[in-house]
């Protein structure tokens, strides 16, 4: 069995303001084994940057982790002091950031900045330091280490930034990367690139790698296991193939749906009606149910605890075979009207009205 090196249980931000306290990530909970990569993904607002940044220590007041546990390799790190986390961060878990430009620090050459981190978390000498922050470069794909070493930031090209933040993150030898958006400012053929040295590099040095990203095609070429987030919570986790070829949360079946294929040919791309909710109006029961095509009554109420469906487990009373109280759209039952033991379900929500193409628009293939 593959050594778990980041656990996370039942992981819970919120955030104080002067309304009240806001929950932004609610009991969140997965594992990630040596080696492996687990993609986090969902629309902009679920809570992947918040629950990638819970993880390393960075969520700064008025945020706070207000409940769960997190736990490196066996060690719970959530509740360690700053200082103590200080040096969890950089030397067991490192950090790929979204934009390298604003990662790196342009008043100082990129050689500096790697030794810089080499020698906060390494015994190494400044000599031993560049000499290993040159072999980084060149593990990373830089072209001409010895001399591009000495070189600033802004004299690289947006996916050798990128490539230098890497070096940076792999510098200590971490536990763990969180890699928040690494492919986002960057061109298709270069994000491949990325994409193809992530994924060696996690195998060569058995890292765990925690990706968050929105591109499902990110996802489906680097993760081994795929979460889908929705309004802070998880709301299917299994095997990437499982989640990508045959979801069952209705939330990550419209995401699949929205993804353009070549098989296919469709007048209109399949969409979520409505959008991600505020914190401030997270609704009772499932958060997705406003948006759900198949809700009915036990979704507005209960929240849904994860079921193993298949290979994957589902946040999703659909699946959940204990709900005599609250007939589901797949096990039949009354539709839109009273049980026999007086219970309310509703009608499924119908789906978002197919909408013609504008004269002279194309057929998109999908």
Request: proline share 8%; charged share 25%; with cysteine.
């Amino acid at each position: 069995m593959t050594e778990t090196i980041l656990s996370v249980r039942d992981l819970t931000v919120t955030f104080d303001t002067r309304r009240g306290p806001l929950t932004a990530i609610d009991r969140v909970s997965f594992d990630i084994g040596r080696g492996e990569i687990l993609g986090v993904v969902g629309e902009s607002g679920a809570g992947k940057s918040v629950t990638g940044s819970a993880v390393i220590g960075l969520i700064d007041r008025p945020g706070r982790i207000s409940g769960g546990a997190i736990h490196l390799r066996g060690e719970r790190i959530d509740t360690l002091s700053p200082e103590a986390m200080r040096r969890v961060r950089g030397r067991r878990i490192g950090m790929i950031f979204q934009d390298p430009l604003t990662s790196l620090d342009p008043l100082f050459r990129v050689g500096d900045q790697i030794v810089e981190t080499l020698r906060a978390h390494t015994d190494l000498s400044v000599k031993a330091a560049r000499t290993r922050a040159i072999d980084l470069l060149a593990e990373v794909g830089i072209p001409a280490p010895e001399r591009r070493i000495d070189g600033y930031p802004h004299e690289f090209s947006g996916g050798m930034r990128q490539r230098v933040v890497i070096a940076l993150a792999l510098a200590a030898e971490p536990e763990l990367i969180i890699a928040d958006e690494p492919t986002t400012a960057l061109d298709v053929s270069v994000q491949a690139q990325i994409i193809t040295l992530l994924k060696r590099l996690c195998r060569e040095h058995g890292t765990a790698v925690m990706l968050v990203t929105h591109d499902m095609g990110v996802i489906a070429e680097a993760a081994d296991r795929v979460a889908v987030m929705y309004a802070g919570r998880v709301a299917e986790i299994g095997p990437v193939a499982a989640v990508v070829r045959e979801p069952h949360h209705p939330y990550a079946v419209g995401l699949m749906g929205a993804i353009p294929t070549l098989s296919q040919e469709a007048d209109r791309l399949s969409q979520i009606p409505g959008s991600m909710p505020r914190l401030t109006a997270i609704p009772k029961g499932c958060a997705f149910n406003p948006r759900c095509p198949k809700v009915f009554s036990r979704c507005r109420v209960e929240r849904p605890e994860p079921i193993l469906v298949g290979a994957s487990r589902v946040a999703c009373h659909l699946y959940d075979s204990d709900a005599t109280r609250f007939p589901s759209p797949l096990r039949g039952g009354a539709r839109g009207g009273g049980g026999a033991d007086g219970t309310v379900t509703l009608d499924p929500a119908p789906p978002p009205p197919s909408i013609p193409p504008r004269k002279g628009e194309g057929r998109i293939a999908r």
